[in-house]
């Protein structure tokens, strides 16, 4: 027993090293002094010669794009093209190496980071989950959100049908990542989430790519009634 709780100890202390790397890692993407709270999304979003790379050569090269409120902008190229990388550039995951990135004509390096980022909805190719049950994964970060609202989200996102055929419904656990649910099923809650939040910017990042011909149908209908 002392042989083996030595062991494990060792395997602790080596897993802690990587933790502790990960917590004291220094944030390069912070708030400036008095930033601009931002409470809604009136005009648009424009990237006004924006370059951006993450190593030596350019992902992205003076780009110049203008997308206006109510309008939908598909982004379409081969892999590895920069399409990700452009989204994540809006909510200020990357910092743009040149040019400016503006919402409503104010830099995304000017704006208060929540404030933001409490105005979009983003749903990834890989759904981002939680070992919690489906009312709560639909509801994460809304707590202020009633059952009626997350039951409708839920029915827009056309994912009402496999809820109800689960042994507690809502209160369903999806296990780690959403691990119990099909690929259909996990990207129709992280939509009803994005549904129930009904952000002013919705941003799409391959979101049916992985599905097959089915559930892409399912998801593409619960996107078009969440715009």
Do not use: W
């Not at 370059?51 to 003076?62: A, I, P, T, W």
């Not at 990388?85 to 919402?103: H, N, Q, S």
């Not at 992280?190 to 939040?197: E, P, T, Y």
């Amino acid at each position: 027993a002392i042989s083996n709780a030595s062991n494990l100890v060792k395997r602790g202390s080596a897993s802690l090293d990587r933790i502790e790397e990960i917590l004291a890692a220094e944030e390069t993407i912070t708030n400036k002094p008095n930033p601009v709270i931002l409470k809604e999304f009136n005009k648009s979003i424009e990237f006004r010669n924006v370059s951006f790379r993450y190593k030596e050569e350019y992902v992205l090269h003076n780009i110049n794009l203008i997308i206006e409120k109510g309008k939908t902008v598909a982004l379409v190229g081969p892999s590895g093209g920069g399409k990700s990388t452009l989204a994540d550039l809006i909510p200020r995951f990357y910092d743009v190496m040149e040019g400016e990135v503006l919402i409503d004509g104010i830099n995304v390096k000017d704006c208060e980071m929540h404030s933001m980022r409490s105005l979009m909805g983003i749903v990834t190719q890989e759904s981002l989950l939680f070992n919690d049950t489906i009312k709560n994964n639909i509801a994460f970060g809304m707590p202020d959100k009633t059952e009626e609202e997350i039951i409708q989200a839920a029915r827009t996102a056309n994912a009402m049908e496999f809820i109800e055929q689960t042994v507690d419904g809502f209160e369903t656990n999806i296990g780690e990542r959403g691990s119990k649910l099909s690929g259909g099923q996990r990207q129709r809650i992280s939509i009803a989430r994005a549904v129930l939040k009904n952000p002013d910017i919705l941003i799409l990042d391959e979101a049916t790519s992985s599905l097959d011909t089915s559930s892409e149908r399912q998801v593409q209908d619960a996107l078009e009634n969440l715009m």
